[in-house]
């Protein structure tokens, strides 16, 4: 059974720069696991950031960077601003297998 | 525009069944991964199930694997989960989602829900 770990909360100050982690329960997250990451603001559905690590979605500002730093996945957040607002998931594969993360929220202030 | 409507959603009483449905639009429906994405009330996200574009290859999380049934109907663009022996815990919003990025999603719906009591 695969736990996929974040951190429960994190605050960050407007214009700051924040990295979220996302780590395997099993051993080391790494490129082989196709990392992802979405943004879900109360009472919505979630929007896609990331995936393949570190290719941004669509649409998504280049404040948002994906990377694998040491064993974990990672959602870079430079130059916060308020409308980051929100809960952050991660979900990585493992064979026919996938798992989000706990999530992450994000605070601005 | 593309766009994925859920449906079927409503209250069921433990152990009963439901369907769920999903109708894709804007897009060629029969060329993508689409799935389930399911949300416990004030919870985090959890994968359901996935189903290929002809329908051939199926995957489940292994704990839904056997009270979960997906399918797909090309012809009519529509996505299904069914749910036998429904519990109390499986009340949550369920989410369609197409899986257009490589084993990432690029596309929700906006979910129906299920409450099971």
């Known amino acids: 059974q695969h736990v996929v770990t974040q951190e429960p909360s994190f605050s960050v100050s407007p214009g700051g720069t924040i990295t979220l982690t996302c780590g395997l329960s099993?051993?080391?997250?790494?490129?082989?696991?196709?990392p992802s990451w979405y943004q879900q603001t109360p009472g919505q559905a979630p929007r896609t950031l990331i995936y393949?690590?570190?290719t941004r979605s669509s649409g998504v500002p280049d404040r948002f960077s994906g990377s694998i730093s040491g064993n974990k996945a990672a959602l870079t957040i430079t130059g916060a601003q308020a409308e980051d607002e929100s809960n952050f998931y991660c979900l990585l594969n493992s064979g026919a297998i996938f798992v989000f993360g706990t999530g992450t929220k994000v605070t601005v202030l | 525009e593309v766009q994925l409507v859920e449906s079927g959603g409503g209250l069921v009483q433990p152990g009963g069944s439901l369907g769920l449905s999903c109708a894709a639009t804007?897009?060629?429906?029969?060329?993508?991964?689409v799935g389930w994405v399911r949300q416990a009330p004030g919870k985090g996200l959890e994968w359901v199930a996935n189903?290929?574009?002809?329908?051939?290859?199926?995957q489940f999380v292994d704990s839904m694997r056997g009270r979960f049934s997906i399918s797909r109907d090309n012809s009519k663009n529509s996505l299904f989960l069914h749910v036998n022996s429904l519990r109390v815990e499986d009340t949550a919003l369920y989410y369609c989602?197409?899986?257009?990025?490589?084993?990432?999603?690029?596309?929700w719906g906006q979910g129906t829900t299920v409450t099971v009591s």
């Open positions: 804007g897009f060629t429906f029969n060329t993508y991964w």
């Open positions: 189903i290929k574009p002809d329908g051939s290859e199926r």
């Open positions: 099993s051993g080391s997250v790494s490129t082989e696991n196709h």
């Open positions: 393949e690590t570190s």
């Open positions: 989602a197409r899986w257009g990025h490589p084993y990432a999603v690029d596309v």
